[in-house]
Every structure is written in structure tokens, then in C-alpha cells.
């Protein structure tokens, strides 16, 4: 079993910040890596920002320069640190995870979501 638990959403006003955390936990050999998606209301779920275990990161076009992707990889954590943030960032945001887990096995892994509201 792996457990992925975001934390951090909010209500935040136009312009301004917020920071995501995702924590994998339970049965992990290794991750390779992590990342975040949203999910719009009537809109299909997109990927926004991602990283590898070695550091590579990946951010769709409308988030470069605003948000930043992070790990700790001793914590199995993930960041995501959103600024300038714009009323069409609203979305639950979810955390993902590529898992080797004690099994050997591989698999995606996803979050309960956790809603980011920009809003005056």
C-alpha cells in the first residue's frame, strides 16, 4: 500500500501565494518521480509542474516563471510553490508519484486532491 497526502490548498486572492505539499508514504522501495496535475471544474485534468528523483523538472507553459517544483527526497515529499497566482489557477490539485514499492512493483500513485480557490 502507498498513501500520497496533499496539503496546503486554500482560498488565496489574486496575485497572491501558496504552497503544496505531498507526502508518499507506506510500502516505497524508491520514487522516480513526482509531480502535480488540476483539475478545472468542466475542464480535463492537466499536468502542471514535475520532478525526477535526480532534479529534472518539467512545467507546463502557463505555470513557468510562477510556480516552482521541489522534493525532499529523505521525506518522499514534494513541493509546489505557487506565486502571482491568477483566478483561472483555481483547481483541486493533485499530487502523483512514480513507485517502485516493496514488491518490486511499479506503479502511478495519486492523491485525494486538494482545492486551490483564487478568488477576491
Known amino acids: 500500500q502507498v498513501q500520497l497526502v496533499e496539503s496546503g490548498g486554500g482560498l488565496v486572492q489574486p496575485g497572491g501565494s501558496l504552497r503544496l505539499s505531498c507526502a508518499a508514504s507506506?510500502?516505497?522501495?524508491?520514487?522516480?518521480?513526482m509531480g502535480w496535475y488540476r483539475q478545472a471544474p468542466g475542464k480535463q485534468r492537466e499536468l502542471v509542474a514535475r520532478?525526477?528523483?535526480?532534479?529534472?523538472?518539467y512545467y507546463a507553459d502557463s505555470e513557468k516563471g510562477r510556480f516552482t517544483i521541489s522534493s525532499d527526497n529523505a521525506k518522499n515529499t514534494v513541493y509546489l510553490q505557487m506565486n502571482s497566482l491568477k483566478p483561472e489557477d483555481t483547481a483541486v490539485y493533485y499530487c502523483?508519484?512514480?513507485?517502485?514499492?516493496?514488491?518490486?512493483?511499479?506503479?502511478?500513485?495519486w492523491g485525494q486532491g486538494t482545492q486551490v480557490t483564487v478568488s477576491s
Open positions: 502523483t508519484a512514480n513507485i517502485l514499492n516493496q514488491l518490486r512493483a511499479r506503479g502511478n500513485y
Open positions: 507506506g510500502s516505497i522501495f524508491s520514487i522516480n518521480a
Open positions: 520532478i525526477t528523483s535526480g532534479g529534472s523538472t
